[in-house]
């Protein structure tokens, strides 16, 4: 059981920085998912607390210890790689004792902890087993039962689910899930897929370039998403983006997207007054924009006309790929719309969950 | 509706597979010609000299002057044991064998050590190493033969097994540490990191794991570099040139010079010589295509 901290930890490979000033605090017990996109630095911070690479800047601590210089071995972690990288000439039950046996372990005590794990992961009747003779599934769980036989202080994931089909992905994901509550470990889990850390998190932090944009629970991400990256990261389809003016009229506070122009409600009007007059990017979720008559009950809506261009239907719920003035949108509707691609639709936008960010910064206002 | 489909399902896979059957069976078969005629035709032209040696070994000298293409009309097996006793054959085998165990052991253990330096760790002059070990097999044997001998008498290591050995370790090991850095470049390096997260030693990864894994590459290696001093006839013959150091080749050279017009024992010497090479290839084939062709592919 430990907790991890990054101390202004950064990492550059020549002229490349991988990793650019991360701090960050994760508490023990904690299932915290790096997410951010291709080359963001993700493999290197999880890489960085494993060992495996040297920092070119800053501390880590695993617990109170300062382990910089600590070798891999002995940081009390065990890592599932995105390969699962299983000695492919080693039985399953092998690959698991491997480490306990340069540990020096008694072989009993090998056996019992061999067979708990491979018993917690149901993989029992494949410890005889070559990788070679395992499907994809089997051999992430191999990989997952290497790890948990160490009963290391902190779990490493490097898109450990990245080579599965998407079912079998969906069904790991609760596992894993239930595998964290159930050991009772500190979990860091690195992957690309939004969805995964929004599902298994109990806080995320979002990289980009290098740089930590945020770090919060899934909730807040998605409620108060700190930046304007983040915003469009987190969430599926992205949240839709108009560079907007804030205007007053009749005593009311609008946003002025050009082609529409929407109020802002009372609750966000103390923050966006002092914007008044300003360019500002007005963000709106496809799941907050709603296709009238088909609006829930108890929002704040704003109508805006706009043109249908595509429709995607997917069942319970329709994509609508939208323009209005000259800019494209979605909006998630209600499938008993019957919009079709070349007329106007109606729509509500439900202004509780507007956001705005600074054109220049970047950072959100509301 | 029920017929109809059942009528369709039945027609349409033969309707349809019939017309280009016909067109592809035509081009399959010139496509065979023109592949296995160039290849028969290069196999006749490997195994028609093995067969006339063969059939040589069992004629007496007479009959192989006046029936000098067919086989043997009496089979004279006495040559194979006139050579192995006469010409101290036995002697020249174990030689042999001495040269190709020792010789390929070391330059295996070695090899795959330096080679799997280059392919991992980051150290200073690492591709100097590394270019000075590729350019190695630019240079011919042959052309330095004059410095070596010169070298290796300096040592006091002439007509030694050890200078052979050194000699044939030198020479192998451009080619051998290329070669090896190339198959440990070729396994993933997570494999590696992941026994390091579980506690192995540089040396414990290396023999317990990498080495395994390159096994296939490594036994295909070993497999032609035998071959290779297994046959090796000049630096056997300018290093290691007295009688209780002669290794196959030069035995059986000198067998020419000891019964100089006895070309039936020549033969049979040679037959027996081949025929460990033989035996390696046949068990090793299968073993030594697949791992090409991989290579190939792994580029
Ligand atoms: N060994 C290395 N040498 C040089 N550059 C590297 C090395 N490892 C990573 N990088 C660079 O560092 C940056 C971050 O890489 P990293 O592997 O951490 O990205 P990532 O977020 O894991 O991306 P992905 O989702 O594609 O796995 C990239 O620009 C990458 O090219
Ligand atoms: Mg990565």
Redesign the pocket.
């Known amino acids: 059981m430990a907790s991890v901290t990054y101390e202004h930890v950064s990492k550059r490979?020549?002229d490349?920085v991988?990793?650019n000033d991360l701090s960050i605090q994760v508490a023990d017990k904690e299932f915290l998912v790096f997410v951010?996109?291709?080359?963001?630095?993700?493999?290197?911070?999880l890489?960085l607390l494993a060992g495996l690479e040297e920092l070119s800047e800053g501390n880590i601590y695993i617990g109170d210890r300062l382990v910089n210089d600590v070798a891999p071995k002995d940081r009390d972690i065990a890592m599932v790689f995105q390969s699962y990288a299983l000695y492919p000439h080693m039985s399953v039950y092998d690959n698991m004792a491997f480490g306990l046996k340069l540990r020096k372990t008694p072989k009993a005590e090998i056996d019992r902890r061999v067979k708990e794990s491979a018993g917690i992961l149901g993989i029992e009747s494949l410890l005889d087993r070559k990788p070679k003779q395992l499907s994809g599934g089997q051999r992430q769980r191999v990989a997952v039962g290497r790890a948990i036989v160490r009963h290391p202080a902190v779990f490493l994931f490097?898109?450990p689910l990245s080579n599965l089909d998407a079912k079998l992905r969906v069904q790991t994901r609760a596992e894993l899930s239930k595998l964290h509550k159930r050991l009772g470990t500190t979990f860091i889990y690195?992957t690309?897929d939004q969805v995964e850390a929004m599902t298994m998190a109990t806080r995320i932090a979002v990289?980009n370039n290098?740089l930590l944009q945020q770090v919060d629970t899934p909730q807040i991400l998605y409620d108060k998403p700190g930046n304007l990256f983040v915003a469009g990261f987190i969430g599926s389809p992205s949240m839709n983006f108009f560079d907007a003016t804030i205007v007053e009229s009749d005593g009311k506070l609008l946003v002025d997207g050009g082609s529409f122009r929407v109020e802002v409600p009372d609750k966000k009007k103390g923050t966006l007054l002092p914007h008044k007059g300003k360019e500002v990017v007005f963000g709106i979720r496809p799941e907050d924009i709603h296709a009238k008559p088909y609006v829930p009950p108890g929002i704040l809506e704003a109508d805006v006309q706009a043109k249908v261009d595509v429709t995607e239907l997917m069942g319970n719920e329709i994509f609508v790929y939208a323009l209005t003035g000259n800019k494209s949108f979605i909006a998630r509707v209600d499938p008993r719309c019957r919009a079709r691609a070349g007329e106007q639709i109606e729509l509500a936008f439900n202004m509780d969950n507007m956001h705005a960010f600074d054109q220049k910064t970047e950072i959100a206002i509301v | 509706m029920s017929s109809e489909a059942s009528r369709y399902a039945g027609l349409a896979p033969v309707a349809v597979a019939a017309v280009p059957r016909r067109r592809w069976n035509l081009w399959h078969r010139v496509n065979r010609v023109a592949v296995y005629g160039p290849l028969i035709f290069l196999t006749v032209l490997a195994v028609v000299p093995v067969i006339w040696m063969l059939f040589s070994s069992l004629k007496s000298l007479s009959e192989f002057y006046t029936n000098p293409w067919l086989w043997p009309r009496a089979w004279h097996w006495e040559n194979y044991t006139r050579v192995w006793m006469g010409a101290s054959f036995g002697l020249y085998f174990t030689n042999s064998m001495i040269m190709v165990t020792s010789s390929v052991s070391g330059m295996i253990i070695i090899g795959s050590l330096a080679g799997y330096a280059l392919a991992r760790y980051q150290f200073v002059g690492r591709d100097s190493v590394l270019y000075y070990f590729i350019s190695g097999q630019i240079i011919p044997g042959q052309v330095v033969l004059i410095p070596l001998f010169i070298i290796v008498r300096f040592l006091g290591l002439l007509n030694t097994r050890q200078g052979l050995f050194l000699i044939y370790l030198a020479a192998a090991m451009p080619f051998v540490v290329f070669m090896m850095q190339g198959y440990f470049k070729s396994i993933s390096r997570e494999i590696e990191e992941a026994a390091r997260m579980d506690g192995a030693s540089e040396l414990r990864i290396f023999w317990q794991i990498m080495f395994p894994l390159a096994r296939p590459g490594i036994g295909s290696l070993a497999v032609f570099q035998s071959l290779w001093i297994w046959n090796e006839f000049l630096f056997a013959l300018v290093f290691a040139n007295k009688p209780h150091l002669r290794t196959l080749p030069i035995g059986i050279v000198s067998t020419i010079g000891q019964y100089f017009t006895d070309y039936p024992a020549y033969f049979a010497g040679l037959s027996v010589a081949m025929l460990p090479s033989i035996i390696l290839y046949l068990i090793t084939a299968k073993y030594m295509l697949r791992s090409t062709i991989t290579g190939a592919v792994k580029g």
């Open positions: 490979f020549g490349v991988a990793v951010g996109p291709s080359g963001c630095g993700k493999t290197t911070s890489r490097d898109e690195v690309h990289m290098g």
